[in-house]
């Protein structure tokens, strides 16, 4: 593993489990506290608490306390990292193919033939 | 309409997008095959592009530099996996850095060109596949992406409601 890849690392890491991505799913749409997650899995509190930790580390989710509860929800800002790199690529390449239907209008023959 | 479609393949990291030209497929295919005209569409107008090296042969290269509207140049590469003129083509595409060296802590997209002629109509379909195949194999074989489809669907949901989820009903 390359060092300078840290952040990319932490990422693939977080992803790399069965149950932190089930976690990802379930604080998409909602907000649910370690506890009521804790619920949904054979695992101890310690242990989901561990996996909202690195799943936190690596910039899925976000945590904040209301009263005794710590809520997690998953950031959304990660997500859309994904879809942006292909927004850009997608933008770019219609770019491209507006501009090679302009050459092929301006010149019908190649001068190469 | 000249892009016909764009798909998306969010598991697969890869983008998919068909375009038609009225023109026939060795003209198009010489919009790839002829540097003075790659280089006039690879880049945006306001990056005016010079392709170097230009070898469309399996393990060729091909070199350019864009300048940058503050005179700022940024340089990137193909590397050609597969050639079979005039109808297809694939490449490696990365960055570069100032000497041309191919610069390794920026990402890399495999390209695919597919070009075909149907009553002078020319169908070129581009794919595009995200990253080094080595990370993309890594996050595959973790099952990573399972998460992306159906995350992505939801977030689209939640980002079109205007109203952010009610925080504490």
Known sequence: MVVADGEVDRLFHALADTTRRDILHRCIDGEPSVSRLADGYAMSFAAVQKHVATLERAGLVTKRRRGRETLVRTDAETIRRARAVLDELEAAWRGRVDRMAALLAEMPESPDG | ?169
């Open chain 2, 1 to 169: 309409m000249t892009v016909v479609s764009v798909e998306r393949d969010f598991e697969e990291l890869t983008l998919v997008l068909v375009a038609e030209f009225a023109a026939p497929v060795e003209r198009v295919w010489q919009l790839w095959a002829d540097p003075r005209q790659l280089e006039r569409w690879w880049g945006p107008p306001s990056h005016p592009s010079t392709v170097e090296e230009h070898d469309l042969s399996p393990g060729g290269s091909v070199t350019y530099s864009m300048t940058g509207p503050e005179g700022e140049i940024s340089r990137g590469w193909w590397r050609v996996t597969a050639v079979d003129p005039p109808r297809s083509l694939e490449f490696t595409d990365g960055f570069a850095d100032a000497s041309g060296a191919p610069n390794q802590a920026m990402p890399t997209t495999d390209a695919r060109v597919r070009l075909a002629e149907h009553d002078g109509v020319t169908r070129m379909e581009l794919r595009f596949k995200f990253a080094s195949a080595k990370r993309m194999k890594q996050l595959e074989e973790w099952g990573a992406f399972e998460i992306f489809p159906q995350s992505v669907a939801q977030m689209d949901a939640v980002l079109a409601d205007d109203n952010p989820t009610q925080e504490d009903p």
